[in-house]
């Protein structure tokens, strides 16, 4: 994406946007080998070859790092051959592409989180990485405490044993039930097959938080970009027994270029605000 040469200079931390225009002005700035003397000319800094005084200025690809409210009724995917709505429908306004950390279905909402960090989307999908997420889950009929903890001592499932943490009743009627859980560890749509197995249907599943990143101030359909500490706070989660943590040597994150830092947007391209 081209931006004007001296706010590329200022971003790659080599001086100040107003001393970069007296650098330019003073036909010490060449683009593809070009000398470039007039204020408001343009580059794409990933693709032009930018030099001060001869030598080549560079700007790590900034880390893009998105906290997204995922609707029901969207695919958590790039693109989707039935041609259903994706999550890209959601941040089609983000200059940066970015890639969902985990899923979920297409029938669950809630928060999701995308990157153009491979290592740290590892780092939060690994199995062994203890970032806990939470959820809050709306089943059909009625359900009494113990019946809940028996749920909460493990359901055998063919692939794994589905056994929820803090699991809590949070209201219940004759029609209906919210149950909240937390898990550290997430198989294909375990929840749902969980519960049904255990003789109960799930009719709304929301993800609420994944570690200390939660859904406060976003709306569904609406995303912000995570702050440096979030971020942070995300790459301390527990090492679990089953990897090696792959970011204790992964570089410091620069997010002092992050996408529109802590502003809403929705899916119209508008921000929220």
């Known amino acids: 994406m081209k931006e004007r040469l001296q706010k590329i200079i200022s971003a790659a931390g080599i001086d100040s946007r107003r001393h970069a225009e007296a650098m330019i002005?003073?036909?010490?700035?060449?683009?593809?080998?070009?000398i470039v003397s007039r204020l408001g000319t343009?580059?794409?800094p990933q693709k032009d070859v930018?030099?001060?005084?001869?030598?080549?200025?560079?700007?790590?690809n900034p880390g893009c790092y998105?906290?997204?409210?995922?609707?029901?009724?969207?695919?958590?995917?790039?693109s989707d051959p039935q041609?259903?709505?994706?999550i890209v429908d959601l941040v089609r306004d983000l200059p940066e592409r970015v890639y969902p950390v985990g899923r979920l279905d297409y029938d669950s909402a809630g928060l999701l989180l995308l990157t153009n960090d491979g290592a740290f989307a590892q780092k939060i999908?690994?199995?062994?990485?203890?970032?806990?997420?939470?959820?809050?889950?709306?089943i059909a009929g009625r359900i009494s405490p113990d019946q809940l903890k028996e749920i909460g001592k493990g359901i055998p499932l063919p692939d794994c044993v589905f056994k929820p943490d803090n699991l809590k009743l949070e209201k219940t009627n004759d029609k209906s039930t919210w149950i909240s859980l937390t898990l550290h560890e997430g198989k294909n749509r375990i929840i749902r097959r969980?519960?049904?197995?255990?003789?109960?249907?799930?009719?709304?599943?929301?993800?609420?938080?994944?570690?200390?990143?939660?859904?406060?101030?976003?709306?569904?359909g609406s995303w912000r970009s995570l702050s440096a500490r979030e971020i942070q706070q995300l790459q301390a989660a527990p090492q679990g027994k089953k990897g090696k943590n792959?970011?204790?040597?992964?570089?410091?994150?620069?997010?002092?270029?992050?996408?529109?830092?802590?502003?809403?947007?929705?899916?119209s391209g508008k921000r929220q605000f």
Not at 25 to 34: F, H, I, K, Q
Not at 50 to 60: A, L, N, P, T, V
Not at 125 to 138: A, D, E, I, N
């Open 25 to 34: 002005t003073a036909g010490r700035v060449s683009v593809n080998g070009e």
């Open 42 to 44: 343009q580059a794409d």
């Open 50 to 60: 930018i030099r001060i005084d001869g030598k080549i200025i560079s700007i790590e």
């Open 66 to 78: 998105i906290a997204l409210y995922k609707p029901a009724g969207y695919v958590t995917t790039l």
């Open 83 to 86: 041609k259903r709505p994706t």
């Open 125 to 138: 999908s690994h199995p062994g990485f203890q970032v806990p997420k939470t959820y809050r889950v709306k």
């Open 194 to 220: 969980g519960f049904e197995s255990a003789g109960y249907i799930v009719t709304r599943l929301v993800r609420t938080s994944i570690g200390s990143i939660t859904l406060s101030g976003l709306s569904e």
């Open 246 to 267: 792959i970011l204790d040597n992964h570089p410091k994150i620069n997010n002092s270029r992050a996408v529109r830092n802590n502003r809403h947007h929705q899916y």
